[in-house]
């Protein structure tokens, strides 16, 4: 089993930052790809970023720019600069956890509880 506990999110105005972490935790194996999704009320939950292990990143395009993932072995960051009102959502911490041999690899999803990010015009 494997625990995400994030933090960062809180209420910015428009133009402001902030910064999001993710630590993982418990019987990791391999956490690959590491990822930031948010939700909006009324609207589906999408990717904002995610990282591999090998440092490849894929940005959602609505974010390309202004938001930076990075990560520290088994922790992801969000650095969300420039932020807007549309930024404004639940943001999840995403973890696709590998394990197995190489010609039979299990995966297993997990996801954090959320952190909220309000951002005021």
């Known amino acids: 089993q494997v625990q995400l506990s994030e933090s960062g999110g809180g209420s910015v105005q428009a133009g402001g930052s902030l910064r999001l972490s993710c630590e993982a935790s418990g019987r990791i194996f391999e956490l690959n790809p590491m990822a930031w999704y948010r939700q909006a009320p009324g609207k589906q939950r999408e990717l904002v970023a995610s990282?591999?292990?090998?440092?490849r990143t894929n940005y959602a395009d609505f974010v390309r720019g202004r938001f930076t993932i990075s990560r520290a072995k088994n922790t992801v960051y969000l650095q969300m600069n420039s932020l807007n009102p549309e930024d404004t959502a639940v943001y999840y911490c995403n973890a696709n956890q590998r394990w197995g041999p190489v010609e039979r690899v299990y995966t297993y999803e997990y996801w954090g509880q959320g952190t909220q990010v309000t951002v005021s015009s």
């Open positions: 990282m591999t292990t090998d440092g």
